[in-house]
């Protein structure tokens, strides 16, 4: 599946202030962003290796409980100052 440059920059627009998370659930086959505490969204994986590979997440933690396995990835401590970046300026985003 392509990845959308607009897909990836509305992503961050969603992201860009908060403290959001990204959550794959591997046992549902799902990734999802939080954003705040009532804001939810659903991405695919192609996605989330876009915000990995442009080092606005990483890797935080999970569970490898069999039938609860997912993975969390926090926003790294540049985070904010690349979504902002990006958002000015959209050839900055490094599609995988």
């Known amino acids: 599946m392509a990845i959308s440059t607009e897909r990836i920059v509305t992503i961050l627009g969603f992201m860009y202030g908060y403290k959001a998370e990204v ?5 549902k086959n799902k990734c999802y962003l939080f954003v ?3 804001n939810q969204f659903e991405l695919n ?4 290796d876009c915000l990995v590979c442009n080092e606005i997440i ?4 999970g569970c490898g409980e069999k039938g609860h396995e997912t993975e969390i ?3 790294t ?3 904010q100052e690349k979504i ?5 300026d959209k050839k900055l985003i490094q599609l995988n």
């Open 84 to 88: 902002k970046l990006i958002l000015k």
């Open 58 to 61: 990483e890797l935080d933690g």
């Open 36 to 38: 705040g505490i009532k």
């Open 73 to 75: 990835y926090i926003l």
């Open 77 to 79: 401590d540049l985070a």
């Open 23 to 27: 959550v794959i659930d591997i046992s």
């Open 45 to 48: 994986y192609e996605e989330v």
